[in-house]
């Protein structure tokens, strides 16, 4: 629990608990202390009554009128005085508590916390052996609550403002830390997605600094040898349409001639003497293995190298191929957008364009078992997407790339561009992206 908290919230927990318990501490120090500290302020008042009781008493004692000498005792104490005379029908003194009720100035909750210490004290006024009466020592000890409850206020707020200070102080410092080791996550972030351009910012503390530094060359490193692959791969992509070409050459211009020969014997054969028996029938058997050869030799010769892409264009060259899946397919219902724009892409981007859209829908032809497809090839903003959809069953968990859709994302990869198979809402789509040059028109 306490790692899937944020660094600020590790920081301030610890602070707050911290400043909570000195709070805690401040109160149990207070009620510990407080009560002795009334007691010791108010001994000496407590001995002076015991005193002054002591002097009244022989006052008495030689006095020729006790009860008159009394009386003017009592008319000299002053009124507000903690001690004062108090007669016997009277009854007992009143508690020190007694005079705190009215006190506004205090919480109550405070004074219920402090300990108040019994510190009423009555030393007897005797006549002739006969007590009258008690002087007495009733302290009001409002002036001391409020002292205290001044100095509890003081101490609660110099902790809030330590609080408050070291929550500032912390918030910053954090933020400060957090904010370098932020871009160094989201610089992270964009170099394992492959964007390895937009350097991360190098600052905070030495340790930041120097962590952001080996990102950057991480990143440069890695740039570098994205660079690389790319040009391996496009070298080796440029070879495979080398080795495609002599490979459609050699085809057409050495089996293609061969299968024609033989489909002109065999043509010869039949028209120069009638057939007789078996013999006839092999010769036809003969010449319609020659013209299904010269058919699968034009179907792999299309596929090595479609040389009408360069007649017609890639736009038309889409359309024909799209032509050609609704012959074999008639019963997938197959829909199209194609950008005319794309007759001004440059023709090693156009072979691998038309592959794409090929193997894509030789896939849908042979695995999907769908009802419908759905192409789409659209210029824009100088990018090129391509996606090719249908409803069928989809592919199998683990198994995304065939070995078509490989040498295709291998091409595409060389291109600088992309390529996803994904399934969604009951659809599998192949999605690829490219960017694109368009040929300007000289004349333009």
């Known amino acids: 629990?306490?790692?899937?908290?944020?660094?600020?919230?590790?920081?301030?927990?610890?602070?707050?608990?911290?400043?909570?318990?000195?709070?805690?501490?401040?109160?149990?120090?207070?009620?510990?202390?407080?009560?002795?500290?009334?007691?010791?302020?108010?001994?000496?008042?407590?001995?002076?009554?015991?005193?002054?009781?002591?002097?009244?008493?022989?006052?008495?004692?030689?006095?020729?009128?006790?009860?008159?000498?009394?009386?003017?005792?009592?008319?000299?104490?002053?009124?507000?005085?903690?001690?004062?005379?108090?007669?016997?029908?009277?009854?007992?003194?009143?508690?020190?508590?007694?005079?705190?009720?009215?006190?506004?100035?205090?919480?109550?909750?405070?004074?219920?916390?402090?300990?108040?210490?019994?510190?009423?004290?009555?030393?007897?006024?005797?006549?002739?052996?006969?007590?009258?009466?008690?002087?007495?020592?009733?302290?009001?000890?409002?002036?001391?609550?409020?002292?205290k409850w001044i100095g509890f206020v003081a101490l609660i707020g110099l902790v809030v403002a330590l609080m408050l200070l070291t929550g500032i102080i912390a918030y910053v410092f954090a933020g400060t830390a957090l904010r370098p080791l932020q871009y160094l996550g989201e610089g992270l972030t964009r170099i394992r997605r492959g964007d390895y351009a937009k350097p991360i910012p190098v600052g905070g503390p030495t340790e930041i600094r120097q962590s952001c530094e080996e990102a950057n060359a991480l990143a440069a490193t890695l740039a570098q040898l994205s660079e690389d692959n790319r040009e391996l791969l496009h070298r080796l992509v440029s070879l495979q349409d080398d080795e495609r070409r002599d490979l459609a050459r050699e085809l057409h211009d050495e089996l293609g001639p061969l299968l024609f020969s033989i489909r002109a014997g065999a043509i010869s054969l039949i028209e120069a003497s009638p057939p007789i028996g078996n013999l006839g029938n092999s010769v036809e058997d003969v010449l319609q293995s020659v013209e299904a050869l010269q058919q699968t030799n034009r179907r792999i010769l299309d596929r090595l190298r479609p040389l009408y892409i360069e007649r017609l264009g890639l736009e038309a060259?889409?359309?024909?191929?799209?032509?050609?899946?609704?012959?074999?397919?008639?019963?997938?219902?197959?829909?199209?957008?194609?950008?005319?724009?794309?007759?001004?892409?440059?023709?090693?981007?156009?072979?691998?364009?038309?592959?794409?859209?090929?193997?894509?829908?030789?896939?849908?032809?042979?695995?999907?078992?769908?009802?419908?497809?759905?192409?789409?090839?659209?210029?824009?903003?100088?990018?090129?997407?391509?996606?090719?959809?249908?409803?069928?069953?989809?592919?199998?968990?683990?198994?995304?790339?065939?070995?078509?859709?490989t040498g295709m994302h291998e091409r595409v990869r060389a291109l600088s561009g992309s390529l996803s198979l994904l399934r969604a809402d009951g659809r599998t789509y192949v999605r690829c992206r490219l960017p694109v040059e368009i040929r300007r028109n000289p004349s333009a």
């Open 1 to 147: 629990m306490w790692h899937r908290l944020s660094f600020r919230t590790q920081l301030f927990l610890p602070l707050g608990a911290s400043f909570l318990v000195a709070l805690i501490l401040a109160g149990i120090l207070l009620q510990i202390f407080a009560t002795g500290q009334l007691a010791d302020e108010n001994e000496p008042a407590r001995r002076s009554t015991r005193t002054i009781a002591a002097a009244l008493n022989n006052a008495l004692r030689v006095s020729d009128n006790p009860q008159r000498t009394l009386e003017a005792f009592v008319q000299s104490l002053d009124s507000s005085s903690d001690i004062q005379f108090r007669a016997v029908e009277a009854g007992p003194a009143p508690s020190p508590k007694d005079g705190l009720r009215n006190l506004q100035a205090v919480p109550k909750w405070f004074i219920n916390l402090l300990t108040i210490p019994d510190m009423d004290a009555a030393s007897p006024v005797v006549i002739d052996g006969r007590p009258v009466g008690n002087i007495v020592f009733v302290p009001d000890l409002s002036a001391d609550l409020f002292e």
């Open 317 to 405: 060259s889409v359309q024909t191929l799209l032509r050609n899946f609704r012959k074999q397919a008639p019963h997938i219902d197959l829909t199209a957008t194609i950008d005319p724009g794309l007759n001004a892409i440059d023709a090693p981007l156009a072979q691998t364009v038309y592959r794409v859209i090929q193997e894509g829908l030789t896939n849908v032809l042979r695995h999907a078992k769908a009802s419908h497809a759905d192409v789409r090839a659209i210029v824009a903003d100088a990018t090129l997407a391509i996606e090719i959809s249908d409803d069928g069953g989809g592919f199998p968990e683990g198994n995304v790339f065939g070995r078509g859709l």
